[in-house]
């Protein structure tokens, strides 16, 4: 293993630490929750909280910021930088075109560097704000955001990853049905990567069917979609070169079925059902996050020709970073039991989960030298 691996895992390692001494109350999700949370009186453990805090986002910044040729598409960023300063067409959006050319204008000509590092700053920024607002725990689900490989992939396709950052941090606001605040987040995610639109359909259903009694008929339109994905994929390809036009007949335009994602949508679903009985029928979150994973594994197992599945797939599966603490933990609110309270079988499952994502992240760890990943070896402009 190269020895700028260990880079990462000594980054995991300080932050998941520094993450110990994170302690919040249990995230309700509601509007009615973040007034009260927004007049309760600060103590010693919210101080520790926000250095705890704001440590973990420097280190993650740091590395991802300071990073130079580490990324399968660095080179052609830093090609497409220079199209943008020259004020030639690049697909690319314009919120972020506009923001490249900016900096360039600010910094000189080909100073790509600073470009790199603005997107980080914002990337790592929204990542660590979806944490703070949603996660159970915060130790739990940084751990997840860790080694699912969602960080690190942000140092690959720097709009995508913004746009998924995005993504969830405005996922609190559709829970609270705080519509204005979620479509202004996502509307300015479009502005990085047009792909983000796609949540807001996906996020509003969730949403709505996390908050009704499922009815019978409800089952035909479902239905209906599940077979239009089956049968009308040539209409579905045309929508989505008419956003994405390049992708038609590119690399990216190959069937491809990630059994990575597949399998821990499928864990986790499982784990809910069997033994999250409780937290599903209660708490709407759960509910909510449930359906964006049920989502997820439909588009992984039936959207094999949508070109880059994997990336719509993930504005749906990163959920899998609140849900699963948010089902294995109590809710420790008017005596009520939300999670599994057996505590035994809750250590059972947050070690099997901690172990399954591990083995995970290992196995993306070895393939982190390969030409369409080369997150290794790792670089940095301030030593090299």
Not at 124 to 133: I, Q
Not at 194 to 216: E, G
Not at 261 to 274: E, S
Request: aromatic share 18%; proline share 3%.
């Amino acid at each position: 293993m190269e020895s700028s691996a260990l880079i990462y895992l000594t980054l995991m390692a300080v932050t998941l630490f520094l993450a110990l001494f994170v302690k919040r109350p249990f995230p309700v999700l509601s509007c009615a929750g973040e007034r009260r949370e927004a007049h309760r009186i600060r103590t010693r453990q919210d101080a520790r909280n926000t250095a705890a805090e704001v440590a973990i986002y420097l280190l993650l910044t740091g590395v991802s910021a300071c990073r130079i040729a580490v990324g399968n598409d660095y080179w052609v960023y830093r090609f497409n930088f220079n199209l943008i300063a020259q004020n030639r067409h690049v697909s690319s959006e314009y919120g972020f075109n506009a923001i490249v050319y900016g900096i360039q204008k600010l910094f000189g000509y080909d100073r790509y560097l600073p470009v790199f590092a603005f997107f980080s700053i914002l990337t790592v920024l929204f990542f660590c704000l979806a944490l703070h607002a949603q996660s159970a725990s915060f130790l739990f689900s940084l751990y997840l955001l860790l080694t699912g490989g969602y960080y690190f992939n942000s140092l690959n396709s720097v709009r995508y990853y913004l746009a998924l950052a995005i993504a969830l941090y405005a996922m609190r606001f559709c829970m609270e049905q705080r519509y204005l605040a979620f479509f202004f987040w996502i509307l300015l995610g479009a502005n990085f990567h047009k792909s983000i639109l796609l949540v807001i359909p996906v996020y509003l259903t969730a949403l709505f069917l996390s908050r009704v009694r499922l009815r019978k008929w409800m089952l035909i339109p479902l239905a209906a979609f599940l077979l239009s994905l089956l049968f009308a994929q040539d209409l579905y390809r045309e929508l989505i070169f008419r956003f994405y036009p390049y992708y038609r007949d590119s690399a990216f335009d190959v069937a491809n079925i990630s059994y990575g994602n597949l399998a821990k949508c499928g864990a986790a679903l499982l784990m809910t059902v069997l033994f999250g009985r409780e937290a599903w029928k209660k708490d709407a979150a759960v509910r909510f996050y449930l359906l964006l994973n049920l989502m997820g594994l439909v588009v992984v197992c039936c959207g094999s020709f949508v070109p880059e599945a994997s990336r719509i797939a993930y504005y749906m599966i990163i959920s899998q970073v609140f849900l699963l603490p948010r089902v294995i933990l109590l809710l420790p609110e008017e005596g009520k039991t939300l999670g599994i309270p057996n505590p035994v079988l809750r250590k059972l499952l947050s070690a099997g989960i901690v172990l399954a994502f591990a083995l995970f992240f290992a196995f993306f760890l070895r393939r982190m030298y390969d030409i369409d990943i080369r997150l290794l070896p790792y670089r940095n402009w301030i030593f090299q």
